[in-house]
């Protein structure tokens, strides 16, 4: 082996030359002729001794370049002044510290590089601008970048202040879009002894990617923003913000045809009361500069919402991460965010200020809709009889009439049509629907797509992870999974917890949707802007809620402004997937009632939500009116309002209205719980609550008096006469003909 290394490198002939050479110079290393001989040992040597030497000499680069990038990482610019709120011209000097590089910088927010401006002297700034600068140096890598932001403010703001939380945003003279993301300089001002105001040291100052967001939404002049915090890198910073959990996405909503300016915020609220995980939320007002010059009360927006946005993360959809190298069975199975929505091709062009007609309100006319109950097990008298034509008709009479809308009104939101840009090799396919809306359904060229179809030709939309980083393998995992619903769903066994939906859905987080949607009367909440996720091992959970203004009466269409009547049965089996089939499971059915009873005796009591709203009307009384101020949309009608009022007082009664009449309504669907009074004598009492019909079961061992498929339990008694005291752990339900109401239980 040796003498074939020694012949591979050679080493023989090397050995002798060198030692000719060593020999003629006297050199002490020179080999006795006897090593030479032994050539192969002597090459073992030196291959040793080669190897060593450069290893080390490796190692002693890898040293140095890190000493380099040690010194350079030491090399921060230094800012004579820090960042914060100006009025008066600023004198910035930059330095380093050293004499033998240089500090480079920019003022139009890009990075500094080789080319960028040296500094030299001292920068006078007079415009609020974010000054970048980084430390350059002969024979060292870029130093880290640091950024300071210097906001100049009109004398108008120094004496604005608000109970509601302050952000202001700089972008510099850029106007925001909804394409491209732009740098801005952000700042966060909480209250402060109940007040927020610019003197107020600024929870989060630092940098930030704005740009729109919204479809629709972007025809208002109010428009909604994403927000994104960033370093001086420009990498996501994930911070706390107004006491919710750290995190670096966020979203600013503006509520504009919701007058009340809550509607979004407290159907959040309701989720999370309900153990569903809901964007958190903070009012606060808004300021938004796009002209470059100091911030000053022209540039105030309004009253915003500081929403968290839906993605996956500990605080938020608490599912795993999927990375693109996740392939194994287990890896695949989770985390996945997904949705049914819109088409979120071509562009909704902004809309000007202008009258545009607000819509009759309309019933569904589409012929055989609103359907039936079918299995849903509500009171059959709370359907309506479908229409047998496509002709159309105004509304019914409602509870909620309409109230009428100021002379002095115009509709605001809409001058023209919307421009829409479709990309190329997309096919577009309109469907008019005959209740005032225009269906638009994306063909998509496969290179496009972003979506699936399942086996029922339901359309859903990959969110998380995002279509791009999706592999192919993980993409037909999951449409995989859903056909597996589907077909479990439809098939034979769909009751069956091992081999029908049950294996795949999550019953209790279906339901709860369910009910959220029908509870605000959310028309969009089936059909678009709805969320699945699922996590590692688990089944398809619904949620979390989003998009909710059209909800709580704000609606002129779906009889969304009527507290009557339920929302699915106006919608088919694509915008109302899988729960027609769902309720035809009667375990399924029993469930949605029982969780109903449950949530009305405390989230869902008509006086546990009204207290919501007027604690959420008196935080937002000061700002509300410097909001309509700006936007002085009271008394007029923007679409899609149905009721509208001249104040806002007005506008929080109306809907307070509405939610106490729709609460009420629901009840009604529904086969009355018994109540349990107990008499002086300690017996208890059993009655259908307001002498409504049905008759009264129950039990004393604790067990449901309501046996599986809804038959009569063999252990349930019908109630006649008072129960002694001390009987056992009762549990009773009413029935009502074929329906059961939620139980009621004591000693359970």
């Not at 009012?283 to 009253?303: A, K, M, T």
């Amino acid at each position: 082996m040796l003498k074939g290394v020694a012949k591979k490198f050679n080493v023989l002939d090397a050995v002798r030359k060198t030692n000719t050479l060593m020999a003629r110079l006297r050199h002490p290393f020179c080999l006795p002729n006897c090593l030479v001989r032994s050539a192969p040992l002597v090459a073992m040597f030196l291959c040793s001794a080669l190897a060593v030497g450069v290893i080390s000499a490796k190692e002693k680069e890898k040293t140095k370049k890190s000493e380099k990038t040690t010194k350079a990482a030491a090399r921060v610019p230094g800012f004579s002044v820090a960042g914060g709120f100006f009025t008066n011209a600023v004198t910035l000097q930059l330095s380093y510290g050293g004499d033998d590089a240089l500090v480079r910088y920019t003022l139009n927010g890009s990075s500094p590089t080789e080319q960028s401006p040296a500094y030299s002297a001292g920068i006078v700034l007079t415009n609020s601008v974010t000054v970048r600068a980084r430390v350059f140096g002969k024979g060292y890598p870029p130093g880290p970048m640091a950024v300071e932001s210097y906001v100049f403010l009109e004398s108008d703001m120094l004496d604005f202040k608000s109970n509601l939380p302050l952000i202001l945003l700089h972008a510099g003279n850029r106007e925001v879009s909804k394409d491209e993301k732009s740098n801005v300089a952000a700042r966060v001002l909480d209250t402060r002894n109940g007040l927020a105001s610019v003197a107020n040291r600024p929870e989060y100052a630092g940098q930030a990617l704005l740009n729109l967001r919204g479809r629709a939404s972007l025809r208002y002049p109010k428009r909604s923003y994403t927000l994104k915090l960033v370093d001086a890198e420009g990498d996501p910073l994930k911070t706390s913000l107004l006491g919710l959990p750290k995190d670096a996405d966020w979203v600013l909503y503006a509520p504009f045809p919701d007058k009340t300016l809550m509607r979004d915020a407290l159907a959040y609220e309701l989720s999370n009361a309900i153990g569903r995980w809901a964007p958190r939320t903070r009012y606060v007002e808004l300021f938004v500069n796009e002209s470059g010059g100091p911030i000053s009360r022209r540039d105030y927006l309004g009253v915003y919402v500081l929403e968290e946005r839906i993605k996956i993360g500990k605080h938020r959809i608490d599912v795993e991460e999927l990375s693109p190298g996740d392939a194994s069975p287990a890896a695949l199975s989770g985390g996945y965010v997904f949705k049914k929505d819109h088409a979120d091709n071509g562009d909704n062009a902004p809309m000007n200020a202008g009258g545009y007609p607000a819509f009759t309100a309309m019933n569904s006319s589409r012929t055989g809709f609103p359907t039936g109950p079918g299995a849903f097990p509500g009171e059959p008298a709370g359907f309506q009889p479908p229409s047998k034509s496509s002709s159309r008709s105004s509304s019914s009479s409602s509870s909620s009439s309409r109230s009428r809308i100021s002379a002095k009104g115009s509709v605001t939101n809409h001058i023209g049509a919307p421009i829409r840009r479709e990309p190329m090799g997309v096919m577009r396919s309109v469907i008019y629907r005959g209740d005032d809306e225009e269906i638009v359904e994306m063909m998509e060229d496969e290179g496009m797509r972003a979506s699936f179809r399942t086996v029922r030709t339901n359309k859903f939309y990959f969110v998380e992870p995002e279509p791009d980083e999706m592999t192919s393998v993980q993409r037909a995992f999951l449409q995989n999974y859903v056909n597996g619903l589907e077909t479990a769903l439809y098939g034979a066994d769909f009751r069956d917890p091992a081999r029908g939906y049950a294996a795949y859905l999550d019953v209790d987080s279906s339901i709860d949707y369910h009910l959220l949607v029908e509870v605000t009367k959310n028309v969009d909440g089936f059909r678009f802007s709805t969320f699945f996720h699922k996590e590692r091992g688990g089944k398809i959970k619904m949620g979390p809620l989003w998009d909710w203004n059209l909800s709580f009466g704000n609606c002129n269409g779906k009889q969304g402004y009527m507290p009557e009547w339920w929302l699915w049965p106006q919608l088919d089996d694509k915008e109302y997937s899988w729960f027609r089939r769902l309720f035809e499971d009667p375990e399924f059915a029993q469930r949605y009632v029982d969780r109903w009873t449950e949530l009305r005796r405390g989230v869902f009591a008509t006086s546990n939500v009204l207290a919501r709203v007027d604690r959420t009307a008196a935080l937002l009384a000061e700002a509300q009116a410097r909001n309509f101020q700006k936007w002085p949309i009271l008394g007029q009608a923007v679409n899609p309002n149905w009721f509208v009022a001249d104040t806002y007082a007005e506008e929080v009664e109306w809907m307070k209205k509405w939610i106490g009449s729709r609460l009420d309504w629901m009840e009604k669907q529904f086969p009355a719980p018994p109540s349990v009074e107990q008499e002086s004598s300690g017996a208890l009492l059993l009655k259908v609550e307001g002498g409504r019909a049905g008759k009264v079961y129950y039990t004393l061992d604790g067990s449901d008096p309501r046996a599986a498929g809804g038959e009569v339990s063999t252990q349930a008694k019908v109630y006649e006469t008072p129960l002694a005291a001390g009987s056992g752990k009762l549990v009773a339900r009413t029935l009502d003909g074929k329906r059961w109401s939620g139980p009621v239980g004591i000693g359970r």
